[in-house]
């Protein structure tokens, strides 16, 4: 390959391809935590979370994502949340929230 | 005299094999030991501080005192085999220079002294010391027998649960259930040969004697003493990779810890003094409410530090424990079960990243003015009736507030700090330290135990007074700041960990209820308070499992008759709100209802 | 696959006299394709074409990148009409799909709006002195070769039929987006199920091939292509369709407009320079056709003369298996004969390694 | 001679079905806790989905009960159950050939939700509270003045692991879909805000009128439970939520927080199904035989239920509930007296 510099590249898809996403992460997480397949989309988690009071973190947002698979991005994400654990005190479903928080690091991160 | 004889020879390696391991264990933990621990040492090592610790060891070691409050069956057991093997040592070893001198007399000459001198001359003190040491045999052996019992039937022992054991355990576990009836076997046989002994083994002598003749005496007597030397040598082999570890580290551990040394948020050599001090008594399963409540019998403490000694220990089962700290108050050893688990949760998870919490930069969202400083909590948002008592209270009480986080502040960083994240936490920590020194505020109250823990504990705030809400509450009412009406109403209080054990804090919120009505105990109060379940420290049981211990704690809350339970902790109300029948009220709420405004 | 519904949307297309309207990238980029519907219309099926040197652009690139306004615009296409009534003819056929659309378009604001009409015929009159001819029939020249698809069978040298082994040719056909998209109704087969092409390629012995993306744009776009910065997202919906279609093996893609063509043909090469990444066989580009080109194939027309030489994906692996004969020293030489030079090698022609054409389905 | 039949709970759905034993010759009581008849649809103004007022299907039901004689014994609490009778607070027993518990629900005590202000702020109420005020006739803020913006919250006490209520409460949805265009009857003028987890619109009329309120009204409904209320400076209310379907945290300042209670399992279920071994669900309401043909009867022989004492129900769902009960009733009592 040359390298032709063309001023642009090649943009990402916006459409999530669960075709072409690898779910192995999110079928392991999904393992641990099978619980979490009972999240109703409500939003509790992120209209209460301390750190989306401060930044653009959306926690909901966030672990959808990764259960169809879409990473990028999601581990620097889960970073900004301080493990408060306001959301699983609102959580309607009873979700696990912040060992969730914590699962997520620790499948998409490095260690 | 060479007290050389064959059957010693397992005894001799053993023992040597034992001798090294521990001296080289030893060696190594302290070298290892931080500049500032080892600064420590060498500033207290000769100070009283020595001598109490040598007392302690005494009472700890030997006696055993503290495991006799606990549960005094095992405390007998517990002494039987410590301070009977101990004597039987120590009276051996007299017993050996009364009748030698003070010559040199090789290890194995002191511990078969039976065998190569059944019979000596000094009759005037035989008898005295052929009494004692079957005294004390007599009490190593129902000290062991109360071991088998506690092994089969542990209810027997007053526990529910006894520890399941890995196999070094095991092997030294099976030696030294045999070491000593084997030397009881090995002496009888002895006596019944040469005469000799007291009310044991000399009476099973003769026994022996009336019914063996001595041609099979002769025979028994050899392999009888063999076998009591291979167990003795297989138990020194195995204790120092077993839970026996702990016959010998708790000494220095005790000195250390005299010296002031203690385990901190990361791991340190420290650690491995109190890691092997654990002997595995197993008395921190009962307590546990993971276990008594719902059934989940391998994260305890006791297994907790099994784990991590043999390098086992993996990341559910550091993070299963709701740390509330109930194990800690009764473990004999006074071992720092909370802030191991805490390093090793930081060992295993905690990664720092500088890139982490960019966000707080320039962040300051605090509200009002004033000395006193008020940090809600994240929880407290969440309990608003809490809040609106505190605004009433500060108000009656004349106070002008600060307050850091009424339009969202940031976490105080105990959260990150009970997983792990030691170096999260810090920029937690940092941020706030420097939000409450730029209001200068001299008081800081705050409504959640959490926050109150890591506050105190944590950050460097000196010159800025911490205070749990209960506290400055109590503090209010006694000073006559703020005038409250005394009910016939009876209230229930339940301690939240982080409160009582966590911070010590037992009286204030009592005082401060008793002030506005009459309080009713329950069951467990005070450092035997149970936990709600809902501790932050646990990530892994699930909501059920939560509810579930909630239900019993509050159940005990509910049978005190009291009309009301009351707490301080923002969490804990939350979790018995959701399952009391009866009316659920933070220790704030039940105050500012019964503020008298005219008097001001 | 085989749909009837494209019969529901039929339209009339005039069977003769042609006034012809030309694309300003295929003039540029496949100026043989149009030389050779000249030359298959006039030559091969006798028909009348008139191909008028003083029309112009119909600034539809203009328009569709909001350089040019509308009022300009529908003055411009009222000048082509214009020049179509002075020339003494009354269908109006358009080479470029843009065109296409903007005639469509602004044919139907006539219509709906006639106060625009009128206010376009005074604007013409004044900057011209011309008068409007609104034409009786307007159509894409791909319509015509579609109308003509059997007439252009019958006389056919060759089929779309691979030679070694007799199987038909797989085409992936590709219709420009303004061809059907905006006015359903303008074209055969309507929005949903052109079958302009599709009808073509059955006609002469190949099958379309149906994959997931087919009616997804080639991402050109007018904007996201001018402006270099947006032109990821330009390349990022041509290999989207590429993606999709590479599992099903097609032998070449046919289009019938010329920013698609030039867009699926050209970004194969970027594609392949940026990422490695080729989507034909043996690790080369897929070819890529315009109607006419292989119109002019099935005819016998020697692929140079049709201008194949002018595509970034070489055609020779197509050409051998459709069997047509051609010299490939003469491929880069100019009329005259003489040598023209030849393009650097490229990765999409050199056989790349990532290569996702044998992805099993 | 006629036999007798004991109603425990005299709502709708007792009424119901002591008209229904009435006229095909059976004896019915109805016992009622309350000192009036009617239970809980006397404190509901309207009803959806057609604005009916409640005492338009109450009075007629009282007064059929009134003129049909039929016996009433009101301010007493049943305290245990038996296919053969029911025993009083106090001690009295009651013979009957047999039982049908119509207890009804509890509502869910919006308190336990602190985090919404219920008790804390003013002019948080709850859907019950606001019937009663639109029955009162005067529906305005704390200090007298109308509201500008109103948030309705779906979902209080339902759905809900942390407060141990797991299932849905059915009605909630289309009372809040209707308090809503109630409210901005009232108040043209006022912007009305429902935050949903999901909408159910299971019954006739329902989603009609979900549309009539989306279309007509101008009613925006945000995909987003509210997490927490916390006052303002001003005596407004601000509420916080996720609009999930921007997926962007939500503020706002309101006039007015209505929460949508659900409704709990009776109370008093617990020792009656003891005193009676009868089935609890697992969210404490009485388990049916079968939820197909066995939905009003009691796994005991002779003891029957009607209307919400087995799950949530509309009044409608109710009444035709009290009919099925009174037929199998009627029924058992053929069968048993052969």
């Not at chain 1, 099978?34 to 926690?59: D, K, R």
């Not at chain 2, 501790?535 to 699930?542: C, E, K």
């Not at chain 2, 499992?545 to 159940?555: G, L, S, V």
């Not at chain 4, 509901?44 to 009075?59: M, Q, V």
Request: aromatic share 10%; proline share 4%.
């Amino acid at each position: 390959m040359r390298s032709i510099r063309f001023g642009y590249g090649i943009s990402k898809p916006r459409a999530i391809d669960i075709d072409s996403n690898d779910l192995r992460k999110s079928n392991e997480i999904l393992r641990e935590m099978p619980e979490l397949q009972t999240c109703i989309g409500c939003g509790s988690c992120t209209a209460s979370c301390t750190a989306g009071n401060l930044t653009q973190f959306n926690f909901r947002r966030v672990h959808t994502l990764v259960r169809r698979g879409e990473y990028m991005g999601a581990y620097e994400e889960m970073n900004k949340c301080m493990l408060c654990g306001k959301c699983r005190l609102v959580c309607p479903r009873g979700i696990n929230t912040r060992g969730l928080a914590m699962l997520i690091k620790r499948k998409l991160g490095d260690f | 005299m060479t007290f050389f004889a064959p059957f010693t020879l397992p005894f001799i390696i053993g023992a040597a094999v034992m001798a090294a391991v521990l001296v080289a264990k030893y060696t190594l933990w302290t070298i290892h030991l931080p500049a500032e621990d080892k600064r420590l040492i060498r500033r207290n090592m000769f100070s009283a501080k020595s001598l109490a610790a040598v007392w302690e060891v005494v009472r700890e070691s030997l006696l055993h005192v503290r495991i006799w409050r606990v549960n005094p069956m095992l405390g007998y057991m517990h002494s039987s085999l410590a301070l009977g093997w101990f004597l039987l040592i120590a009276i051996g070893w007299i017993e050996t220079v009364a009748y030698l001198g003070w010559g040199w007399v090789p290890l194995q000459g002191h511990v078969f002294f039976k065998y190569f001198m059944p019979v000596n001359g000094i009759a005037e003190h035989k008898a005295g010391f052929e009494f004692a040491m079957d005294l004390m045999l007599t009490v190593v052996l129902s000290g062991v027998a109360l071991a088998w019992i506690k092994r089969m039937r542990s209810r027997l022992m007053g526990m529910r649960r006894t520890t399941r054991h890995v196999a070094f355990d095991r092997i030294a576990l099976s030696a030294l259930w045999f070491v000593f009836p084997l030397r009881y076997v090995a002496e009888s046989i002895t006596c019944a040969i040469y005469g000799g002994g007291s009310f044991l083994t000399g009476t099973t002598g003769k026994l022996l004697g009336e019914h063996l003749d001595s041609a099979t005496l002769d025979a028994l007597s050899e392999p009888a003493w063999w076998l009591y030397s291979i167990a003795l040598g297989v138990f020194f082999v195995a204790m120092p990779f077993s839970r026996y570890m702990h016959i010998f580290t708790e000494i220095p551990l005790i000195f250390l810890r005299r010296y002031k040394l203690a385990p901190s948020v990361e791991e340190k050599s420290y650690d491995n003094f109190e890691v092997e001090a654990c002997s595995r008594c197993g008395i921190c399963i009962d307590p546990c409410q993971l276990q008594a409540d719902l059934g989940i019998d391998d994260v305890q403490s006791v297994y907790f530090l099994r784990d991590r000694r043999y390098n086992m220990l993996k990341l559910a089962t550091a993070n299963n424990c709701l740390m509330c700290g109930r194990c800690q108050t009764q473990c004999p050893v006074g071992i720092n079960l909370n802030t191991l688990r805490l390093n090793s949760r930081a060992k295993l998870r905690n990664i720092p990243n500088e890139g982490r919490y960019g966000y707080l930069a320039g962040l300051d969202r605090s509200t009002g003015e004033g000395r006193t400083g008020y940090f809600a909590g994240c929880m407290t948002t969440l309990t608003p009736r809490t809040l609106a008592a505190m605004n009433a209270i500060f108000e009656a009480a004349g106070d002008d507030v600060w307050r850091a986080d009424s339009d969202g502040g940031v976490c105080c960083g105990r959260p990150l700090m009970l997983s792990g994240e030691t170096a999260a936490a810090r920029k937690m920590i940092d941020y706030n330290t420097g939000l409450f020194r730029r209001h200068g505020i001299t008081r800081l109250v705050t409504s959640c135990p959490i926050c109150l823990k890591v506050f105190r504990e944590q950050y460097d705030l000196d010159g800025i007074e911490v205070l749990h809400h209960s506290e400055y509450i109590c503090r209010m009412i006694e000073s006559g700041r703020l005038h409250v009406d005394r009910s016939d109403e009876l209230y229930t209080y339940h301690d939240p960990c982080e409160l009582g054990r966590g911070c010590d804090i037992y009286d204030e919120p009592r005082r401060a209820i008793e002030a506005v009505g009459r309080l009713a105990e329950p069951e467990h109060n005070r450092r035997n308070s149970l936990c709600c379940g809902a501790s932050l420290a646990n990530t892994v049981i699930d909501d059920k499992q939560q509810r579930r211990i909630a239900q019993r704690m509050a159940a005990e809350l509910e049978a005190t008759g009291a009309g009301t339970i009351v707490t301080a902790c923002p969490l804990c109300h939350k979790s018995i709100e959701r399952v009391a029948d009866c009316g659920t009220m933070d220790l704030a709420e039940v105050v500012a209802k019964n503020i008298l405004r005219d008097k001001r | 696959m085989k749909r009837a519904s494209w019969q529901e949307y039929q339209k009339d297309i005039a069977d003769d006299k042609y006034y012809y309207a030309r694309s300003c990238i295929r003039q540029n980029f496949f100026p043989g394709s149009e030389r050779a519907f000249l030359d298959i219309l006039r030559g091969d099926l006798g028909r009348d074409v008139m191909d008028d040197p003083i029309h112009t652009s119909c600034t539809g690139i203009g328009y569709h990148s909001d350089v040019v306004p509308l009022e300009t615009i529908m003055t411009v296409v009222a000048r082509q009409f214009a020049l179509m009534g002075e020339a003494g003819y009354e269908n109006f056929i358009s080479s470029c799909i843009t065109s296409f659309g903007i005639y469509t378009e602004i044919l139907s604001t006539w219509e709906e709006f006639p106060e625009t009409e009128e206010r376009t015929r005074e604007y013409l009159y004044k900057a011209t002195g011309r008068e409007l001819v609104k034409p009786r029939s307007l159509a894409h020249t791909s319509d015509i070769v579609f109308h003509f698809r059997d007439e252009i069978a019958r006389k056919a040298k060759r089929k779309l039929v691979n030679v070694y082994t007799g199987r038909p040719l797989r085409v992936v056909e590709h219709i420009g987006c303004h061809y059907a998209k905006i006015f359903p109704k303008s074209g055969i087969g309507g929005s949903e199920f052109p079958y302009v092409l599709a009808g073509m390629i059955e006609s002469w012995g190949g099958e379309v091939v149906d994959y997931p993306e087919r009616r997804h744009c080639c991402g050109f776009g007018f904007r996201n292509y001018l402006v270099q910065a947006n032109r990821g997202y330009s390349i990022a919906n041509s290999q989207k369709k590429l993606e999709s279609m590479s599992p099903y093996k097609p032998d070449f893609i046919v289009g019938n407009c010329p920013g698609c063509s030039m867009f699926l043909d050209r970004w194969q090469y970027a594609i392949a320079e940026m990422e490695g990444t080729t989507y034909g066989a043996d690790g080369q580009g897929i070819p890529v056709l315009t109607y006419e080109e292989m119109a002019g194939l099935v005819l016998g027309y020697d692929p140079w003369e049709l201008g194949m030489q002018m595509h970034q994906v070489d055609v020779e692996p197509l050409l051998d298996k459709m069997g047509v004969e051609y010299d490939p020293a003469a491929k880069y030489l100019g009329r005259d004969g003489r040598y023209i030079g030849k393009p650097e090698r490229a990765a999409v022609n050199n056989g790349c390694q990532r290569a996702i054409y044998d992805i099993k389905l | 001679m006629k036999r007798r039949v004991v109603i425990v709970g005299g709502g709708a759905a007792g009424m119901a079905t002591a008209l229904g034993l009435e006229s095909r010759g059976v004896e019915p009581v109805i016992v009622e806790r309350d000192t009036e008849m009617g239970g809980k649809v006397r404190n509901w103004h309207k009803l959806f989905p057609t604005f009916t007022p409640a005492s338009e299907i109450l009075d007629p039901l009282r007064r059929s009960i009134a003129e049909r004689n039929i016996e009433c014994r009101t301010g007493v609490a049943v305290e245990t159950v038996a296919s053969d009778g029911v025993t009083l607070a106090g001690g009295e027993r009651m013979a009957a050939d047999a039982v049908v518990m119509a207890t009804g629900f509890t509502l869910f005590d919006a308190r336990r939700k602190q985090e919404y202000g219920y008790g804390i702020y003013d002019n948080v109420v709850t859907s019950a509270d606001l019937e009663q005020m639109m029955n009162s006739g005067r529906v305005r803020l704390a200090d007298g003045s109308m509201p500008r913006r109103i948030a309705i919250l779906h979902c209080v006490g339902s759905r809900d692991e942390k407060v141990c209520q797991s299932h849905c409460s059915k009605v909630c949805c289309i009372t809040g879909v209707k308090q809503a265009i109630e409210l901005k009857k009232m108040f043209p003028e006022a912007d009305v805000f429902n935050f949903y987890m999901d909408i159910r619109m299971f019954g006739p009329g329902y989603e009609e009128l979900y549309r009539e309120a989306q279309q007509s009204y101008n009613i925006h409904f945000v995909r987003g439970r509210i997490s927490e209320a916390s006052p303002m400076i001003n005596g407004r209310i601000q509420i916080k939520a996720e609009d999930t379907l921007t997926g962007r945290p939500l503020k706002m300042s309101i006039d007015m927080l209505v929460l949508m209670v659900g409704m709990r399992a009776n109370d008093d279920n617990g020792l009656l199904a003891a005193s009676a071994s009868l089935d609890v669900a697992p969210n404490g309401f009485m388990q049916s035989r079968d939820p197909f043909t066995g939905a009003v009867r009691s796994p005991r022989e002779g003891i029957f239920y009607a209307g919400a004492v087995t799950a949530p129900k509309s009044l409608a769902d109710t009444l035709a509930e009290a009919a099925l009960a009174a037929d199998a009733v009627v029924d058992y009592l053929n069968r048993t007296q052969r």
